[in-house]
């Protein structure tokens, strides 16, 4: 019997960047995990598949552990899937994937979409070498964590919320006003924007704007 999971990049925001394969997967697995089945359903429904799904996050991906592995060596076909992006890449699937390493289940990744390689090239930064940093800590460690990325030497990529961003960026500004950045908004869909010039007049054009969305934020290297 099969021992095997699925692990399913999706669109980060038009759905018709996701692959061939990863639809046929989607089509015939028995299960999907997702982080939120309305995002996923959405996805789903676009493309016609019926494929059962359950919620696989966050905040119960602990609990859920060992029912899944459990599932997976009973011989059910399983997809992993999050609501943008990769799993795991800043997004639940790394519990699950360490487990299945250790329970000797093979791991097939799909390549597919992720915010952080367009936002890097598109923003014009030193893009051969770069450090990932995801999203940063809300609290504790957040400002030792800023002021390590201003000691960077090469390229920095920061996920952020619409909640978050303004502070993020004032933070940094703070430090460094005249460092370069870009900041990209909605990849992929059809309000996508990018901001470029010092921390100091990113932080005033977007203070000007509507911010809605997920942002990646590439920070120039010291």
Same mark, same amino acid.
């Given at each position: 019997?099969?021992k095997?999971?699925?692990?399913?990049?999706?669109?980060?925001?038009?759905?018709?960047?996701?692959?061939?394969?990863?639809?046929?997967?989607?089509?015939?697995?028995?299960?999907?995990?997702a982080?939120?089945?309305?995002?996923?359903?959405?996805l789903?429904n676009?493309?016609d598949?019926k494929?059962?799904?359950?919620?696989?996050?966050?905040?119960?991906?602990?609990?859920k552990l060992d029912?899944?592995?459990?599932?997976?060596?009973?011989?059910?076909?399983?997809?992993?899937?999050? &609501?943008?992006?990769?799993?795991?890449?800043s997004?639940?699937?790394?519990?699950?994937?360490?487990?299945c390493v250790?329970? &000797?289940?093979?791991?097939f990744?799909?390549?597919?979409?992720?915010?952080?390689?367009p936002?890097?090239?598109?923003s014009?930064?030193?893009?051969?070498?770069f450090?990932?940093?995801?999203?940063?800590?809300?609290?504790?460690?957040?400002?030792?964590?800023?002021?390590?990325?201003?000691e960077?030497?090469?390229?920095?990529?920061?996920?952020?919320s619409?909640?978050?961003?303004?502070?993020?960026?004032?933070?940094?500004?703070?430090?460094?006003?005249?460092?370069?950045v870009?900041?990209?908004?909605?990849?992929?869909?059809?309000n996508?924007?990018?901001?470029r010039?010092?921390?100091?007049?990113?932080?005033?054009?977007i203070?000007?704007?509507?911010?809605?969305?997920?942002?990646?934020?590439?920070?120039?290297g010291?």
């Amino acid at each position: 019997m099969e021992k095997l999971i699925h692990i399913i990049p999706t669109p980060i925001g038009n759905l018709e960047d996701i692959t061939l394969r990863a639809l046929q997967l989607l089509h015939s697995v028995d299960l999907i995990l997702a982080e939120d089945t309305r995002i996923t359903g959405k996805l789903l429904n676009h493309y016609d598949i019926k494929t059962k799904m359950i919620s696989y996050h966050s905040f119960n991906e602990h609990k859920k552990l060992d029912t899944i592995i459990t599932k997976i060596k009973n011989g059910t076909n399983i997809a992993l899937v999050s &609501d943008a992006g990769t799993p795991a890449i800043s997004d639940p699937g790394f519990l699950l994937v360490r487990e299945c390493v250790k329970h &000797d289940i093979e791991i097939f990744c799909l390549p597919g979409a992720t915010a952080c390689i367009p936002a890097l090239v598109k923003s014009g930064m030193t893009c051969d070498r770069f450090i990932f940093e995801g999203f940063l800590p809300a609290k504790k460690g957040r400002q030792k964590k800023i002021i390590d990325i201003l000691e960077n030497k090469i390229t920095s990529i920061i996920y952020e919320s619409p909640h978050r961003i303004m502070k993020t960026i004032g933070q940094l500004r703070d430090l460094c006003p005249n460092r370069e950045v870009a900041v990209i908004i909605e990849l992929t869909k059809l309000n996508e924007k990018i901001y470029r010039g010092s921390l100091k007049d990113v932080w005033e054009e977007i203070s000007k704007s509507t911010i809605k969305g997920e942002f990646v934020i590439i920070l120039d290297g010291k």
